[in-house]
Each structure stands twice: as structure tokens, then as C-alpha cells.
């Protein structure tokens, strides 16, 4: 007696059908391709928006100093190794539904700060379901970033720096290779410069507040007083942002809160020990000696710094001064474009207030 038994024809055909099914390779996707640009001081991407899934970015240096290139969000942090001018990284990630940052992190995050940063949005494939995590077929909105101000008040003993040699020549020179057509002039302030250690004590009073609203939506208010070495009888009114190009420096706007940057960091002049800043700005300002207007196109540079110069004589005392406490406020003063030299030491004005204090605050718009 026979124990097999004919298949009936619709179930052999199913099976048949999962046969086949099965010996049917699976197709995966190809990873999105994006292209991404980096320069100082901005990333652009070929696409702000792609679909979930594999993700490849091919990424350019077409900048002049090394950048590199992070994403984060939604449980990833992934970036490059460092890309050199010229040159390009790839960067393949899986992406879910959601928002990321992308941004470049050397110096600690100084490029990002500088404006390298934008954003990318990751979208369900149209047709499928939501998964479990609850993603919506749009990414997470961003808030806004609120308004930050910082008012900066000088104190601790004053000191003027007058025109002399940096002190840490040899630690520079290697950043000031990546400087181009700008390096003949910096190197000629390696030999008499405004960042020296022929100092003078004198006596004066500077306060600021500073607004970082963003691009060129930035603003100041401040003022200083002093007497220099000579005598003179100085006086600043601070009341605009500068928003263009300044010599060694990137346009990004006035002011920038928290940065990471000068020295070994190869964000700016390298002719300024590595340090952390609360604020940076550049301004434009009234400058007044011995009562009389001297121009009202001033150009001016603050920072909020870590401390660089020592007790007693103030010379500089580190190449890295990233750790150290952040209070040493930084007034620099230069004649306005086409204008001639200010009737001072090396023609500009270097006062430094070595023991100063900041608070930060978001007020309301102005």
C-alpha cells in the first residue's frame, strides 16, 4: 500500500511559486549619493532632503586649510578623518527618518562656530509605515536658536603692548605655511608685531555688550577710556559690528560666542597663543584722542580670552592657553581702511585688562 498521495495542482503551484520566490536574490538599494562642499567658512550640501536608508556623501576639501566632515543626530556621530585642501573622503552612513546636523569639527568645533554647519533632513520612503519608533513622514522640526548677548566689564591691572618679536616663533611657523598670499605679512610680524612682550602698565576702563543674533544681524555696545604710554588721553564709542572681510580673519558676522581658535588651531593668525574665547568681535568705532575726533571708522577687534600673559611682567607665558581661566579682555585698534596710522606705537592701539568678567543672558530682540 502506497503512502504517497498526488499534490493537488493549486497547492503545487504555490509551491512552486515559493521556489521560485525563493531563489530570487533580494535587490538591496544603492546608498543615496550627496555631495558634500567644505570652505571657509560653510558646507554646502548637493541635497538637503533624502530617504531613509544607506547614504553615501562624498566629501571635498575645495577650502585652503584642512576641514572635516560629522554628522550627528538620532543616535549617530559619525565623521571623517581630516581632509586636506585639494583632496576628498567618503563618509557611507544609514540614516533614519529625522533631522542631523552636519558640520565640520576640527578645532574643537571652532570651524562649526565659524559658520561650517548646516542641516540635513531624513524622509520615510513614500508607501511605507511609520516604524514603531513613531517616525512622522516629516522630519522633527528644529527651534529657532534664541538670541545670546554677553556684557564684559575690564578689570585687573591694564597693560599696553607695544610693536616687538612673537615670542613663539618656532611654534607658528608650520601654521603659517597654510596662509598663502597673507603669510610674507605675518611673517613680518614675527619680527616686530602687535602680540610681543614690550608691555607697559596704564590705566583705563573698558565695557561691552555684545549681541550674536546671527549672521549679519550681530551687534555692539560699548566703550573704552585710557591713557596710553606717551600720555595720550584715549577714548573708543563702539557701536557697530564689522561684516566684512578682515585681513587673517573669516566674514562670518560681528560676534561669535564661545570659540576655540588663533594659534595651533589654524583658525586665524597663528601670531596669538591657542586660547578659548567667551566672545570675539569685530567692530567699527569712534575713536577720540585728547578729546578731538581721530576717525569714526575705527577698526576693532575684542576677545574675552583665556589667560596668555603672566603676573608681574605680563609676557606671554604659554603657546597653548586653551585652559586657562577666561578673563583676560582684549581691546586692538586700528586706523579705518585708506586712513593713516593712529599717532601710537606701530601706528595701532593693544590694551589688555588682565583680571575681567562676563556674564551671558538672552534678552529680548533690540
Known sequence: MSYLHAVPVRNAAGLLAAVALAGTPTRVPSPVAVR??????????SERTVVAGAVTFTVTNAGSIPHAFEVEGQGIERETDVVQPGSSATLTLTLKPGAYDVYCPVGDDSHKKLGME????????????????????EPMSRSSAKMQAIRVSGGGPVIQILPGPFPFPDSAAPILQQFGDEREGLESQVKNGPYSNNVVPITGAFAV??????????????????????????????????????????RFGGVILGLYYHGRTAVHTPLVPTI???????????????????????????????????????????????????????????????????????GFL???????KADTYSPQPR
Open 209 to 250: 555688550t555684545a549681541w550674536d543674533k546671527g549672521a549679519v544681524r550681530d551687534s555692539v555696545d560699548g566703550s573704552a577710556e585710557f591713557s596710553t604710554q606717551d600720555g595720550a588721553r584715549w577714548k573708543l564709542v563702539l557701536d557697530r559690528v564689522q561684516t566684512k572681510d578682515v585681513p587673517h580673519h573669516p
Open 350 to 356: 593693544f590694551v589688555n585688562w588682565e583680571a575681567s
Open 118 to 137: 548646516t542641516h540635513l533632513s531624513v524622509v520615510r520612503a513614500a508607501g511605507t509605515a511609520a516604524s514603531s519608533m513613531g517616525y512622522d513622514a
Open 276 to 346: 578659548n574665547s567667551a566672545v570675539a568681535l569685530w567692530g567699527v568705532g569712534h575713536l577720540y584722542k585728547n578729546g578731538a575726533l581721530v576717525t569714526d571708522n575705527a577698526m576693532v577687534h575684542v576677545m574675552l580670552l583665556s589667560r596668555t600673559r603672566r603676573d608681574g611682567d605680563f609676557a606671554l607665558a604659554c603657546w597653548d592657553c586653551s585652559k586657562n581661566k577666561v578673563e583676560e579682555l582684549q581691546l586692538q585698534i586700528l586706523p579705518g581702511p585708506g586712513e593713516p596710522k593712529l599717532d601710537a606705537p606701530g
Open 36 to 45: 558634500a562642499t567644505l570652505s571657509e567658512w560653510k558646507v554646502e550640501l
